[in-house]
């Protein structure tokens, strides 16, 4: 199916529609981001990365019964998706310690968190995407009761199924953030799942393989993106 025109510009993905009203195609660029798009650069083959990632991680959960937006690969950087009506919240879920939650609550980094924590955050760079509680989601109606349930039930189905998947390849999970939409009224997994919006740590030397390297200046971010593809066998070029 053929790109049209571009419908949405995101911090790192452009959106653009197709022939058919219910498939977009998502164009994963170069661009990395941090600090709700204070820090922006160009990073050689991460959206081929990313795109690719993307499509894996997808395909697994979807073959765990989640239902995800993805439809096929296009190409290199290009995907075909489901065109979902997206709810504006993020659903997080923490393993460990890491980012916000430390500075939030005073959490020593790699605190292991047992039960995991769940936080929803509203999508708004405007506002540094501020957490929010389901009483906001009600108040403002960004999302219908039984929406708000599904959400968080399929983002803890999420980490069931990724942990294992990590730990399989030598590293944890620490935390990620999921967006979720309606397609045909169903809750939908949208947006993507890449080392841009998951921490993920080597198991044994704790390294950090995700997008940290970047918004901490470590250095050898894509290297690191493509030791993580590697590691579960997702074939790059
Ligand atoms: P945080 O520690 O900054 O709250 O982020 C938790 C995880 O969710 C981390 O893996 C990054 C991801 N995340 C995003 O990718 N985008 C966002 O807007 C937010 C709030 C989190
Ligand atoms: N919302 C943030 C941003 O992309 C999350 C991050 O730092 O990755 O700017």
Known sequence: MEKQTELYRGK????????DPNRLVLHFRNDTSAFDGEKIEQLDRKGMINNKFNHFIMSKLEQAGIPTQVEALLSDTDSLVKKLEMIPVECVVRNIAAGSICRRLGVEEGQVLNPPTFEFFLKNDALHDPMINESHIRTF???EERDIEQMKALTFKVNDVLKALFDEAGML????????????????????????????WDKETRKK???????????NVVEAYEE????????LD
């Open 141 to 143: 109606g960004w999302a």
């Open 173 to 200: 999970l620490v935390d990620y953030k999921l967006e979720f939409g309606l397609f045909e009224g169903k809750i939908t997994l949208g947006d993507e799942i890449t080392p841009d919006g998951c921490r993920l």
């Open 12 to 19: 790192a993905k452009t959106v653009y529609t197709t022939e």
């Open 209 to 219: 393989m995700d997008k940290d390297r970047f918004r901490q200046g470590l250095g």
């Open 228 to 235: 993580v593809a590697a590691r579960l066998g997702i074939t």
